[in-house]
């Protein structure tokens, strides 16, 4: 009773202070929703098929493998640290409730090693769905692919754009099929340097990252157009701004004085479970069946075109 009287009087004594707050909360979280974006609601079932996810070990790639074996589909986590691997396969396996997940080695920056789980691949399974190509690093140092590419162009595109072509003969035999790759609203800011494909002459880690994302989308177009009656179908897609991994080599090299501006924003910054959310909708929304090369907005789900 104390209590109650307690808070009356405080409520009674400080009204305007009480209003601020409750708007201010209200509106941040209000805030922090529309951030979040769209949220896919498709209830479609995946039982007997298969769905290939690469870097399924960590981030916005281990919550879709967790949404697509809760759908029922046998879920292979392609994968370089097969410790790490092994230990997300056995987290989603709990969140799902489902067996039904694997692990393959791949390492994106060798080309033999995406060579080496695309005969795995073929060898083992009979069919392939969805090949989500989600795995990719961010704004890391000047480095070099085992064949000798600029790092972020090698990872998220070359790697990628082999694994694709490999594994196409086993897509259009499980048909229909979709190839979903994971770009970034960076792409906008980027352009394929052909002169200077792999940074040689002015390395700086942003633009290496927008040419690699704007590689993706561009890949996603052509491929589609390509494979016209085919029955496989690509989509490219920007998750939005996420709490993961892939900021570990950006974050870092920041000023203190960002890291401290940027501190209090990381509120409204995704969750994985939220920034996988445009990956799941292209992977099994079903009124996207007849639509193929797009590109996805994270913001509110929906397609936009690019040339």
Known sequence: MQTFTAI????????????????????????????????CHSKARLDGKTVLITGGNTGIGK???????????RVILACRDMDRANNAAEDVKKMSGSVNVVVKKLDLASLQSVRQLAEDVLASEE????????????????????????????VNHLGHFLLT????????????????????LAHERGQIY???IHQEKDYRPW?????????????TKELSNRLQGTGVNTYSLHPGVIRTELGRHFWPTMPLWKRVVYTPLMFFIKS???????????????????????YYSAAVIHAQTKC
């Open 207 to 219: 633009k290496s990252y927008s040419q690699s994302k704007l590689a993706n989308v561009l890949f």
């Open 272 to 294: 994985p479970a939220e920034g996988a959310q445009t990956t799941i909708y292209c992977a099994v929304e079903e009124s996207l069946q007849n639509q193929s090369g797009l």
């Open 165 to 184: 072509h490999c594994l196409l003969d086993l897509l259009k035999k499980s048909a229909p099929s979709r190839i979903v790759n994971v770009s970034s």
């Open 8 to 39: 009356r009087s405080f409520v009674f004594h400080y009204p305007k202070t009480i209003a601020v707050v409750t708007v201010t909360g209200v509106g941040l979280f209000g805030a922090k929703k529309w951030m979040a974006g769209g949220v």
């Open 63 to 73: 919550e879709t493998a967790v949404d697509m074996a809760r759908r029922g589909a």
């Open 194 to 196: 052909f002169d200077d």
């Open 127 to 154: 069919r392939l769905d969805v090949l989500i190509n989600n795995a990719g690093v961010m704004s890391c140092p000047k480095w070099q692919t085992e064949d000798g590419f600029e790092m972020q162009l090698g």
